[in-house]
Structures are given as C-alpha cells and as structure tokens.
C-alpha cells in the first residue's frame, strides 16, 4: 500500500466516523458549539480538550486504596494480651494531703454569697472570699430586672450565637460595654475563662510570635498553649526585659518572611495583684509593630473613675489598645466575658473564635445584669469611692502593722494578694508546700473567729521548658467589698493579722 492509497483509506475512515457520529442526538449542537469556539478562543478550545482527556484518563484509571497497611497482624490472644497489660492513666492526678485536708474542711455556703453568709454548720461569717465587690447581690433593682428578663427570654438560648442564640440584649450588651470603653465595636462571650483562652488562638497561628509576661494567668498560658506560636517570656512586669525581648525577636525576624506579632498581658494581674505600666507598654508595641492584647478580666469594672479599667486609670485611649478582653462575671455580678476592638477585630471572632460559634449564648439575664451594672458604675461613681475607702481601712489593718505578711496589689485593688515577707520566708526556710500549709492553717483560724477568706491557689505553671524559672507565691485572698461599713472592714483586718501572728508563731 503506497502512500496516496493510505491518505484514501484514512479519509474514508474519517468521513465514516463523521457520518456516524452525526447520527448521534445533539451532534450537530457540539460541532457547532465547537466551530465557534475555535473561532472565538482557540486557546479555550485547547484547555477544554486537555480537561476531556484528563476525565477520560481518571475514569479509565484503576482503582487503588489510599490505606496502606503497613502494621503487624497479631493474633486475637496477642491482643487480649496488650489490652490485660495496659492501664489507663488516671484523668485526674491524685489529691496531696494538703488537698485532702480542704476538701475535708471545706466551708459550704447556705443561700446568697453576700457580705455576710451563713454557712451549713449554721454559722453567720463575714464573707472575704467572693467577688462581690460592690454588693451588687443585695441590690433590688437588678433582681427585678433579672426576674422580668428571666420571664420574657427564658433561662438560655439554647443555641449558639452564629446560629439562632442572639438575642437583642446581647446586641444591646455589647453596644454598651463598647461605649463604656469608646472602642468602635464589642464581643460577648458566654464563659469569662474562655473569653481569652479563644481570642489568642483565633488570631495567632503556628509560625506566629507571642511576647507574654511570665506572671500571666492561667487563661491566657492555655490560650497560648492552643496557638502553637512560638513564645518569647520576658520578666514579670519588667518593662526594660519586655524591651530587650522585643528587640531580639525584632532582630531575628528581620531576614524572615513577615508574621503576625503579638504582646500578651494582664492590665491587673491576677497572681501578683500588680498593675502594668500601659503608657511605655503601647510606647514599645508602637516602636517595634507587635500588636497588644490587653487582659482586663481583673482591673475592669475596678480601675478608674468609672471604672473603665486600667486605660481610664493611666489616661491612655482605648483605641491604641489592639483588643481588650474583659469578664463579667467578677466586679459586674453577671457572667461571661468580652473583647472590644475595631470592627475587624471583631467581626473576625464571630467566624473563627472557637468559644463563641461551639458555645451556647450567654442567658439573656447575664446579659442584663451586665448592662445594668454597668450603668450603675457610670451613674453612681461614688460606690468606687467607698470601695476604695474599704480597700485603705483594710490595708491600715494588714501591710503595714503584719510583722509577718505584705500586700503586693495595687491601691485600688480590691482583691488582696497577702505574701509573706521574703526575710520571713528566707529565715523559716519554707518552700512553696510548706507556705501553702501555713495559709492554709491561717485561713481556718480566721474562718473559727468568723472571717471567711481563702488562699491564692496555684494552676499548673508551665506551657513550655523555657517558662520554668518563675512561679506563683503562696498568698492569701483578701476580698473587699462595699457591702460591709467601715468598722466592719477594720474588725475583719484586726481578725486576719492576729490569725496570722498566732499561726507563724507557732511554726519554726
């Protein structure tokens, strides 16, 4: 067969496969669909053909399993063998005798948790243990409002706030803390703990920079912890380490592809009592371009005139702060936290922060109180006034006649962290345990002379190898409130020191 008799058969076979494939229903759609592409867009023409092939080879392509089992098959005896071996460790670890020595003598409260309580034993005491600190627990007024909320919406909304559990007092809740701050927009959350522990991980990520205070609380090291970013610490409320910190990842980021920066802390710490210096904080966040979040679970509703926080007390615009978290749940009586921000900032939790789209809205009454509470701090400044005059009457009582103990809270914090002197500690010889012990005893001979307090207890410390090397003191919680006068305030401080004094002197 010569070449001119091969061109005649291949056309002939062409022609055949063209005639037939007329025959086909919607031929003559396809061919002229394309014709018009070819002469429109030769290059689609070209993408489409590749994808046909490519379908046709994926639906020809033989089937092979994605599982390889690449594991030894053992016997049914050989297994019942492993499972007999193992033991499951336990969820929880087991109670030091310290713990067991709580448990056992644990006060238990009868009704409200108010200035004064009564206790299952039948007791009335003095309460310095609750966060009641402007007894918003007696006020009528907001029970009302809590009664007549509970009427209208129910106990909860069964439902998380994306989906059908926002109501219209959460919309009003988060306009007014919001306006309270003067930050553009807010967030509500239904559990205060989960407020920061949910806000870190929803903006930093794996490869993401974490500059945090070695004393921050435990919210914010599991927050942390979830991000998997890489941590730096810098000394507790150490300004000029915080400063060297930043320097140093500054430097060693400098040849590296950009990354989210951020620096974590507490506006009122919740270890140690201490307040931050926000003014050089935004100064270094500013200068070196780390975004700040700001922990104000403690200082707001405590802090400033109307007590707005720790911005209102140092005068620094709230706006300069990237996020704010806060709780409800503390100085406001309600519950749940918060986080203001920008509207972006905002907007980008509603989407991707894990305790607020898998969690149940917080109940309407929550939200209401908070409103209301809030409302009474702007209007009536005056109960900060006599917090702040129980908090002195208290610390005359305490840090400076205490030959034994110190206060290391600030001025306006009504929450008391008690330590021992460390020339006390140094001439014991006590460790951690054993301060832990003495608190302990100091806290059951206050509550067998009617003062109710309790102590600092400690979480777990580290999130990492390298924050080892700083841990919470052993302390005593001394909890002021409004809810008891003056001569109140001074009789339970004269009760704490002299239970202090009989138990260290007994111990050598």
Known sequence: MDLKDAQTLSLRAVNELAFQFQKVPGSAIILRYIKSSYQNDPVRSVVELFLFLFFVRYLLAPKYSTQKHNYAKLSEEEVDDLIDDWTPEPLISPQTPLEEAENDKRPVIVGPTGPKCKLSTGRTVTNLGSYNFYNFIANESLKEKAIQTLRTYGVGPCGPPGFYGTQDVHVKTEADIAAHLGTPACIVYAQAFSTISSVIPSFSKRGDIIVVDKGVNYAIRKGIQISRSTVRWYEHNDIADLEQVLKQVTKEQSKKPLTRRFIVTEGMFENTGDTIDLPAIIALKLRYKFRLILDETWSFGVLGRTGRGITEQQNVDASEVDMIIGSLSGSLCAGGGFCAGSDEIVEHQRILAAAYTFSAALPAMLATTASETLNILQTSPEIITQLRENIKAMR?????????????????????????????????????????????????????????????????????????????????????????????????????RHAITKIVSKRK
């Open 396 to 496: 005359l009582q305490l840090d400076p006649r205490s030959d034994w103990v110190m206060c290391t809270s600030s001025l306006e914090n009504p929450l008391m962290i008690l330590v021992f002197k460390p020339e006390i500690v140094a001439s014991r010889g006590w460790s951690n345990e054993e301060q832990d012990r003495v608190f302990h005893d100091i806290v059951e001979e206050a509550l067998a002379n009617g003062v109710l307090i309790t102590r600092l207890k400690r979480m777990p410390n580290a999130t990492s190898a390298k924050e080892i090397g700083w841990q919470v003191t052993p302390a005593l919680k001394v909890c002021i409130t409004t809810g008891l006068s003056r001569k109140e305030i001074e009789k339970a401080g004269i009760t704490i």
